[in-house]
Nanobody, 115 residues
């Protein structure tokens, strides 16, 4: 089982930026697909962006052009750079690692964007 620890959440004003980090314990991190999901109050968890082991990315339309995912396999870490934040980006952000159809989840980090 992969342990995932997110960090970097916090309170930011609209238009600001945050960078989230997700550190993984997987010894074969480079083979995992990674993703960031978010869940706003009263809403279902949704995919923000994913990145395959080969580096292909898939962004939700709502964050295209504002968010950027990256991974550093040597550090077993995936990042989410969030720019031009909007109040509707307020949510708990979760890191996920998947391999062979099995998903592992972090505990989440709260991002609050004030207007």
């Amino acid at each position: 089982q992969v342990q995932l620890v997110e960090s970097g959440g916090g309170l930011v004003q609209a238009g600001g930026s945050l960078r989230l980090s997700c550190a993984a314990s997987a010894s074969i991190f480079s083979t995992y697909a990674m993703g960031w999901y978010r869940q706003a109050p009263g809403k279902q968890r949704e995919l923000v962006v994913s990145i395959t082991s080969g580096g292909s990315t898939n962004y939700a339309d709502s964050v295209k052009g504002r968010f950027t995912i990256s991974r550093v396999n040597a550090k077993k870490t995936v990042y989410l750079q969030m720019n031009s934040l909007k109040p509707e980006d307020t949510a708990v952000y979760y890191c996920a690692a998947s391999h062979g159809g099995v998903y592992n989840w972090g505990k989440g980090t709260l991002v609050t964007v004030s207007s």
